[in-house]
């Protein structure tokens, strides 16, 4: 499968003092992203990563993401603009070396692949894992349900009589 934003980067170049890379959608994908996604638009997408290892030598992805989309709400089914925004942690992995943890308080992973991390995958999951699955527009509220559930429009036809 080929990403629809890739900025790979080599982890062995990664120093010290770790490296700050960021991630801007172009058009092409942030319209890539929003069919992957399943949404009507990404309109912008940008993501700063600091890649940096700790005392023990782990690298880690300490990243910000904010991007402009457009999601359907669940109650109107009208199409609305949305900003989402995330600050997150990852813990990098070479391939083979994914761990079965499922400790919600450890940061997840994410793999690099013959040396190579691709921090626009990065900021492609990230937006996955922090859009709404049921957006609401603003101001989108449910229908008032009924305390009697016999007390709606179609209980009223039940009380008509066959002649």
């Not at 308080?105 to 996955?128: C, H, K, R």
């Amino acid at each position: 499968m080929t990403p629809e934003i890739s900025r790979p980067v080599a982890v062995d170049r990664i120093g010290p003092a770790g490296i700050d890379v960021t991630v801007k959608a172009t058009p092409a994908e942030c319209d890539a992203l929003a069919q992957r996604m399943q949404l009507p638009a990404v309109q912008s997408l940008t993501c700063r990563v600091h890649l940096a290892r700790d005392a023990g030598g782990t690298l880690f992805a300490h990243g910000h993401l904010v991007a402009r989309v457009v999601q359907t709400c669940v109650i109107t089914l009208d199409d609305f603009e949305a900003t989402v925004e995330d600050r997150f942690v990852l813990r990098c992995v070479p391939e083979g070396e994914e761990t079965e943890d499922d400790d919600p308080e450890t940061p997840d992973e994410i793999v690099s692949v013959g040396g190579m991390l691709d921090v626009g995958e990065v900021a492609a999951e990230q937006l996955a894992l922090v859009l709404d699955p049921y957006p609401r527009a603003p101001g989108a509220e449910l229908p008032e349900m009924p305390d009697d559930p016999m007390d709606h429009g179609l209980a009223a036809l039940g009380k008509l009589k066959r002649h």
